[in-house]
């Protein structure tokens, strides 16, 4: 039952190139930029990467990216990272954008053993009609779109409407990051790190997790704990280094009043 891995590149060793992996995090919080940088260092790519973004410009998945080693994200947004932009654009990444709240459902549905759900988000759009561009070609036209998805009408009489189908994602591997974890795998994430973590952590075969502190099976309260173990396949400790490296995406300052 003890989870714990004496090193990220141990415990990402056996992540093959091709690899479907959900990685936890939105923007900066919550990222396992040590276990993104053991993959990184052994040299995996083509990856199919599912996550709420692809990091920044040179952190966390962006570092990743950045050295061509994914192939196709899922993601429910760009935001500010230039070169997630640039090979999107240039055509030699394949992106599939998926609403945010979508997104989420997926993974969880995935570590539930459900294969979908209907929704209305995303009805009367792209998102159901299909003609998303998923890949560009290198002249800028649209090489690969997304297809059409089932629509159906549910609900009581005269309370009808129209969902869309979502297929759920089951990844080969997951990569999360929490705050404290005991060797069985329960883990506690803090703050706003609760974000993508568990559901991605569900939806991996495979889940792998760096967490600040370990602490013996028993320590831990059960109502503090937000993942459950059965979800969780290794752990590593992160080192008082790695733990504090937590970068601030932005800093927005303003000049003291008199008052």
């Known amino acids: 039952m003890d ?11 056996d992540i093959p190139s091709g690899a479907m992996i959900a990685v936890g995090g939105f923007g900066l919080v919550g990222v396992p930029i040590v276990l993104i940088r053991a993959l ?25 990216l950045s050295a061509g080693r994914i192939d196709r994200v ?13 090979q999107y654009l240039g055509g030699e990444l394949e992106v599939e954008l998926t609403p945010q ?14 294969p979908g759900f209907f929704t209305a988000t995303g009805v009367g759009t792209m998102v159901s009609e299909g003609g998303l561009p ?5 002249d800028g036209t ?11 009408v549910l609900g009581a009489l005269g309370e009808q409407r129209e969902y869309v189908f979502e297929e759920a994602i089951r990844a080969d591997f997951a990569l ?38 370990i602490v013996e ?9 937000h993942l459950p173990g059965i979800y969780v396949d290794r752990i590593v400790q992160l080192t008082p280094e790695q733990a504090t490296e937590l970068p601030i995406e932005k800093t927005t300052v303003r000049q003291r009043g008199d008052n």
């Not at 990184?40 to 962006?62: A, F, K, P, R």
């Not at 899922?74 to 932009?85: L, P, T, W």
């Not at 649209?142 to 629509?151: G, Y």
Request: aromatic content about 6%.
């Open 40 to 64: 990184l260092e052994q040299g995996t790519d083509h990856l199919e990467v599912i996550s709420n973004n692809c990091g920044v410009d040179g952190w966390g998945l962006g570092e990743i």
């Open 142 to 152: 649209v090489a690969v779109q997304s297809p059409a998805k089932e629509t159906r």
């Open 176 to 213: 999360v990051r929490a705050a404290k974890g005991d060797r069985h795998g329960n883990l506690v994430f803090e703050r706003s790190a609760r974000n993508f973590n568990p559901l991605a952590a569900m939806s991996g075969r495979i889940t792998l997790a760096e967490v600040d502190e």
């Open 134 to 138: 998923w890949r560009y070609a290198a």
């Open 3 to 13: 989870k714990t891995y004496a090193s990220a590149a141990d415990a990402v060793a």
């Open 101 to 114: 709240g979508t997104l989420a459902e997926r993974l969880r549905a995935g570590g539930v053993g459900i």
């Open 74 to 86: 899922i993601a429910s947004y760009i935001g500010e990272n230039k070169e997630f932009a640039r």
């Open 217 to 225: 099976p028993g320590e831990l309260d059960p109502d503090q704990v």
